[in-house]
């Protein structure tokens, strides 16, 4: 089945360093794939989105470009901040009306100290 | 913006006791979702709804049910909370309405405690 493998966790940096998360994913077809952020004491909001392979996805400084031929879809960002603290989370959709089906991984915190 | 509305926002219950969880939204949206959320698992669909009494489950429904009488308001019951189901819980709704995309609009969460 469909499934989305994320970096461990937690992830520390400081302020201004490069970021990346690694996400690898498994599915059949052509699947949409997304990163989310969640805050703490929030809910999760979509970040960025890559709907096709090659797409890039971007939005507050991060990307992320769909891999089809090495199943990834990795998170980056050249300067954090320690705004970005917070935890993300890969996550694939599979359309096709019942079949749909939208996968997340488990997380991966972030922490940035000044 | 999306408006979902989630109540209560923290719980503290006992095991046994039945409990209901209640997601409201403003944009007259078709889909709604709810969504466990647990360390080392990530999120993960109990049911979720395509209309007024049209409801599905996810892949962790067991102990759940849930009821959709109005487009705005979607229940999630625990007829007898298990301590397993301690967790946080998110209420979601697709971004773009009518459409089962993975851009979802999420809630701020249920702090659930069965002890």
């Known amino acids: 089945g469909d499934s989305v493998t994320q970096m461990e966790g937690p992830v520390t940096l400081s302020e201004e360093a490069f970021l990346t998360i690694n996400c690898t994913y498994t599915?059949?077809?052509?699947?949409?794939l997304f990163w989310y952020v969640q805050y703490p004491g929030e809910g999760l909001q979509l970040l960025l989105k890559?709907?096709?392979?090659?797409d890039k996805g971007s939005n507050k400084g991060f990307e992320a470009t769909y891999r089809k031929e090495t199943t990834s879809f990795h998170l980056e960002k050249g300067s954090v901040q320690v705004s970005d603290s917070a935890v993300y989370f890969c996550?694939?959709?599979?359309?096709?009306?019942?079949?749909?089906?939208?996968?997340f991984g488990k997380g991966t915190l972030l922490t940035v100290n000044p | 913006d999306a408006g979902i509305t989630q109540s209560p926002r923290h719980k503290v219950t006992e095991t046994g006791t039945p409990v209901t969880l209640r997601c409201h939204q403003t944009e007259n949206h078709r889909y709604m979702y709810w969504y466990r959320q647990d360390p080392g698992h990530g999120l993960r669909l109990i049911h979720y709804s395509y209309g007024v009494k049209d409801t599905d489950k996810g892949e962790v429904s067991d102990g759940y049910s849930v009821s959709r009488s109005k487009t705005e308001d979607f229940l999630l019951t625990l007829e007898s909370a298990t301590s397993s189901q301690t967790s946080v819980y998110f209420c979601a709704i697709n971004m773009i309405e009518g459409r089962r995309t993975g851009e979802l609009f999420f809630g701020e969460g249920s702090r659930l405690t069965v002890l």
């Open positions: 890559a709907t096709k392979a090659d």
């Open positions: 996550a694939l959709s599979t359309s096709g009306g019942s079949n749909y089906k939208l996968t």
């Open positions: 599915a059949t077809g052509y699947p949409s």
